[in-house]
């Protein structure tokens, strides 16, 4: 799950955000306004950091549920 978030270079190389900015990932939008466009880095780095504690916050889930059961 963790690396379907962070999918980045199938979809820039193949569509680059494909008809209409429908195949526009959560990294790749990072990358678009960190060095495309608008050019703000201050914005891209509050979004990395949300998807680091998002990430996180995923698979600490994943473990916790995924773990098996104590004896």
């Known amino acids: 799950m963790t690396g379907s ?3 980045f270079e199938q979809f820039y ?4 955000g494909g008809p ?3 195949t526009v ?10 060095f ?7 914005v891209a780095a509050a979004l990395s950091v949300v998807v680091l504690v998002a990430l ?5 889930l994943q473990l916790r549920a ?3 059961e104590e004896r």
Not at 25 to 34: C, D, E, K, S
């Open 5 to 7: 978030l962070l999918a």
């Open 13 to 16: 190389i193949l569509t680059k």
């Open 20 to 22: 209409d900015n429908s």
């Open 25 to 34: 990932t959560v990294v790749q939008l990072i990358y678009m306004i960190a």
């Open 36 to 42: 495309q466009g608008q050019n703000d880095l201050g």
């Open 56 to 60: 996180v916050l995923l698979n600490a």
């Open 66 to 68: 995924f773990r098996p």
